[in-house]
């Protein structure tokens, strides 16, 4: 549904109308009451009942059902192509949610790249809660069938990954998935729904870090669970009333106010993420350039099926291992060294001693010589000639020897 009662909202074919114009006006119908065209941020926690049990526009309790997050939800379900949509109070929060659909005793796979806090939650809590789980490289899908056991009942993928940009081909994934009678379930924060739908490609659903690129701009922190599966859904209905984790109905509003704009924010953050892979190709402080983007990359023919773009995520690996890494993300001034990615502004961050801490000492664990970009919209040669000047000062404080060095330049 676009946008409820099609007199008010002017949309009578919801599935004629394009991805940006999906983002603008899909569960937003005109104020009914004042024609704005902005959906109301509806702070109430109650609603009023015309009689015990009849809701008087179908909410109760703010808890378990909010306008704001409605139009919210309704327009990223419409984004990912899925029927059904959840928002949560963060994206962990949101994985917290599906994961809860594993018993004590139940296997859950999980691919060898992730972000480090999803393994923390599967590792520690669900782990802890008698979930087992084991890490398989998913790009040979077959080597699920190795893992697979009686109690195995998920697979769980980020594509492409975080850190190492590691693109997994969801569809091969999906396919084995379902012949051995367990669901997938796609991180799709890298790619957003604008590059990448994984539904379409077969997953049983999809999970956000609405954080990112969907708030797009540094100031919200929530979470987006899309999926088709019913039964999924009446679980996610009732993990959100039951277990609480909502967003506010100003984080809605905000999260709504992004995603408005991720289509033209999506192609910029490629456009300049690209425009900084050919700084760091010419650079010779830089072992490795890891983007999908890139013909050398070996998950670029797939990116190419099943993406519509590359993304604006950017890692690399340097020359003189950890001083040099954390020599360059200390050097920039345009890049904000921060944990975070996908919004407006750059940021630039040391995955092993931040955001991928928590994977240490596991199959996670990411190379301590890896710099991760988070490509934003500044302008492209601010961006180029911060990042360059940066890797000059790699060279400075952490020395390689020279026959270690790229030899490009
Ligand atoms: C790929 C991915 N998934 C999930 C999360 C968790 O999201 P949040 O920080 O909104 O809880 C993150 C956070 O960085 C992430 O990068």
């Given at each position: 549904?676009?946008?409820?009662?099609?007199?008010?909202?002017?949309?009578?074919?919801?599935?004629?109308?394009?991805?940006?114009?999906?983002?603008?006006?899909?569960?937003?119908?005109?104020?009914?009451?004042?024609?704005?065209?902005?959906?109301?941020?509806?702070?109430?926690?109650?609603?009023?009942?015309?009689?015990?049990?009849?809701?008087?526009?179908?909410?109760?309790?703010?808890?378990?059902?909010?306008?704001?997050r409605?139009?919210?939800?309704?327009?990223?379900?419409?984004?990912?192509?899925?029927?059904?949509?959840f928002a949560f109070a963060s994206g962990l929060a949101a994985c917290d949610a599906l994961?809860?659909?594993?018993?004590?005793?139940?296997?859950?796979?999980?691919?060898?790249?992730?972000?480090?806090?999803?393994?923390?939650?599967?590792?520690?809590?669900?782990?802890?809660?008698?979930?087992?789980?084991?890490?398989?490289?998913?790009?040979?899908?077959?080597?699920?069938?190795?893992?697979?056991?009686?109690?195995?009942?998920?697979?769980?993928?980020?594509?492409?990954?975080?850190?190492?940009?590691?693109?997994?081909?969801?569809?091969?994934?999906?396919?084995?998935?379902?012949?051995?009678?367990?669901?997938?379930?796609?991180?799709?924060?890298?790619?957003?729904?604008?590059?990448?739908?994984?539904?379409?490609?077969?997953?049983?659903?999809?999970v956000h870090s609405a954080?990112?690129?969907?708030?797009?701009?540094?100031?919200?922190v929530g979470g987006f669970v899309?999926?088709?599966?019913?039964?999924?859904?009446?679980?996610l209905?009732?993990t959100q009333?039951?277990v609480g984790a909502v967003p506010?109905?100003?984080d809605?509003?905000?999260?709504?106010?992004?995603?408005?704009?991720?289509?033209?924010?999506?192609?910029?953050?490629?456009?300049?993420?690209?425009?900084?892979?050919?700084?760091?190709?010419?650079?010779?402080?830089?072992?490795?350039?890891?983007?999908?983007?890139?013909?050398?990359?070996?998950?670029?023919?797939?990116?190419?099926?099943?993406?519509?773009?590359?993304?604006?995520?950017?890692?690399?690996?340097?020359?003189?291992?950890?001083?040099?890494?954390?020599?360059?993300?200390?050097?920039?001034?345009?890049?904000?060294?921060?944990?975070?990615?996908?919004?407006?502004?750059?940021?630039?961050?040391?995955?092993?001693?931040?955001?991928?801490?928590?994977?240490?000492?596991?199959?996670?664990?990411?190379?301590?010589?890896?710099?991760?970009?988070?490509?934003?919209?500044?302008?492209?040669?601010?961006?180029?000639?911060?990042?360059?000047?940066?890797?000059?000062?790699?060279?400075?404080?952490?020395?390689?020897?020279?026959?270690?060095?790229?030899?490009?330049?």
């Amino acid at each position: 549904m676009l946008g409820g009662d099609p007199q008010v909202s002017g949309f009578e074919d919801p599935g004629a109308f394009g991805f940006e114009t999906r983002a603008i006006r899909a569960g937003q119908p005109h104020d009914p009451y004042t024609g704005a065209v902005v959906t109301p941020i509806s702070l109430a926690t109650t609603f009023a009942q015309d009689a015990v049990g009849r809701p008087r526009h179908g909410y109760e309790y703010g808890r378990t059902g909010n306008p704001t997050r409605h139009a919210y939800q309704v327009c990223v379900a419409s984004l990912e192509g899925a029927r059904h949509g959840f928002a949560f109070a963060s994206g962990l929060a949101a994985c917290d949610a599906l994961l809860r659909v594993l018993r004590p005793g139940d296997c859950l796979l999980l691919g060898d790249d992730a972000y480090g806090g999803t393994f923390r939650l599967i590792d520690s809590v669900f782990g802890n809660a008698g979930v087992e789980h084991a890490a398989v490289d998913l790009t040979a899908p077959d080597k699920l069938r190795d893992a697979w056991t009686p109690s195995t009942r998920m697979v769980w993928l980020e594509s492409p990954t975080n850190p190492l940009l590691t693109v997994v081909d969801i569809e091969a994934v999906c396919a084995v998935t379902h012949e051995l009678g367990g669901i997938v379930v796609v991180d799709n924060t890298f790619a957003t729904p604008y590059l990448q739908q994984p539904l379409a490609l077969g997953a049983d659903a999809v999970v956000h870090s609405a954080t990112k690129y969907l708030g797009g701009h540094s100031d919200v922190v929530g979470g987006f669970v899309a999926t088709d599966d019913d039964r999924l859904a009446d679980h996610l209905v009732f993990t959100q009333n039951a277990v609480g984790a909502v967003p506010s109905p100003f984080d809605c509003y905000l999260t709504l106010r992004g995603v408005k704009t991720l289509g033209v924010r999506m192609d910029r953050h490629e456009a300049s993420a690209q425009a900084l892979v050919e700084v760091l190709d010419a650079h010779r402080a830089v072992r490795s350039v890891l983007y999908p983007g890139r013909p050398d990359h070996p998950g670029h023919d797939i990116a190419r099926r099943q993406m519509s773009g590359f993304g604006g995520m950017v890692s690399f690996r340097l020359y003189g291992g950890r001083a040099a890494a954390e020599c360059v993300a200390s050097s920039t001034r345009v890049f904000t060294l921060a944990e975070s990615l996908g919004a407006v502004e750059s940021l630039i961050e040391h995955p092993g001693a931040m955001t991928h801490a928590s994977a240490a000492g596991s199959a996670l664990e990411v190379p301590d010589d890896l710099v991760r970009l988070s490509v934003g919209l500044e302008t492209a040669s601010d961006l180029a000639d911060d990042l360059g000047t940066a890797l000059d000062a790699a060279l400075e404080c952490a020395p390689a020897s020279p026959s270690e060095l790229n030899p490009v330049s």
